[in-house]
């Protein structure tokens, strides 16, 4: 079973705390989990940034809870259920969610407030993305955005010449920490002759060892298959290389993968959309636009109170 979503959550939390009693939130994560029936991989499942996404959405779930009156705190990270709360597992309904909550003033007020910034919604529409916290929607959206931009660097990557894709490549393995400095890479590219190989670059800054390179421009449809990894491994072989780092702008066959499982030569494959995706972690043709930091409330600060 995979974890609900947070809507769903809501009303097996606020049973939970239907026994009246004071309840802190790490024990009822344990019961939920319980009765939800997840097994300990689902439990590990996480957030792009990390976060268990089964705590992110129960604490969501108890959020909501007590936006709307139905859950209130005790202390902190402790809550019980309240008179609203004891009201409403009463009438015994088949589900909560953001559009049973908007019956109560306060979380209408909560809902109002969270949209300030946000496109005007008619009062008491619920048009949200219904299965995503808000941690869910904020970093979909930067994967969405980060995928947009990793299709822009190959289209880009693409229209230039091989022999800047190959000192691109070098810029990449530099800014991975890879060859000291990049005029020490510069001089490597180009010394090694026609043998398959674009480029060496030295594993660390001591240059205890030397990484060769060869780098595809190719087409997305264009794969690259097993003799084109066999034929770098062989020059490899040639310079009495142990590491070779193969990187396209397309994709390898499922062949290539397991050929290099299965030989001594340390070779490491990088296609097009892992290339995209190390450009934008390292920074390398790209510049920051905007940075968002993310934060919650201090507990301790306010238990000095």
Request: hydrophobic share 35%; with cysteine; glycine share 10%.
């Amino acid at each position: 079973m995979t974890v609900p979503d947070f809507q769903s959550m809501m009303l097996p939390f606020l049973k939970i705390a239907g026994d009246g009693q004071e309840h802190g939130f790490s024990g009822t994560l344990e019961v939920l989990a319980k009765q939800l029936g997840l097994t300990s991989e689902d439990l590990k499942e996480t957030l792009p940034s990390g976060q268990s996404r089964f705590d992110n959405r129960a604490g969501w779930a108890r959020t909501h809870l007590k936006k709307a009156g139905l859950l209130e705190s005790t202390g902190r990270g402790r809550f019980r259920i309240s008179e609203r709360g004891k009201q409403v597992l009463k009438n015994s309904p088949d589900r909560i969610d953001l559009k049973f909550l908007m019956q109560f003033p306060e979380f209408v007020e909560f809902r109002k407030v969270a949209r300030q910034g946000n496109k005007a919604t008619p009062d008491g529409e619920i048009n949200d993305e219904p299965d995503q916290t808000p941690e869910e929607a904020l970093e979909n959206s930067y994967q969405r955005l980060r995928g947009t931009l990793a299709q822009e660097l190959l289209e880009r990557i693409k229209g230039c010449s091989p022999s800047f894709f190959e000192r691109l490549v070098v810029d990449l393995l530099v800014a991975m920490g890879y060859g000291g400095t990049r005029k020490d890479a510069g001089q490597a590219i180009g010394q090694s002759g026609d043998e398959g190989i674009d480029g060496i670059i030295k594993e660390d800054k001591l240059g205890l060892d030397a990484v060769y390179i060869q780098a595809k421009r190719w087409s997305r449809e264009r794969t690259v298959g097993r003799p084109v990894v066999q034929a770098f491994m062989g020059s490899l072989a040639g310079q009495k290389a142990r590491k070779g780092v193969l990187i396209t702008t397309s994709q390898f066959s499922q062949d290539a993968r397991e050929y290099i499982n299965r030989i001594d030569t340390k070779i490491v494959l990088i296609d097009g959309e892992e290339l995209a995706q190390l450009m934008i972690d390292h920074g390398v043709g790209v510049n920051e636009v905007a940075t968002y930091t993310l934060k919650k409330v201090d507990a301790d600060y306010f238990d000095n109170e």
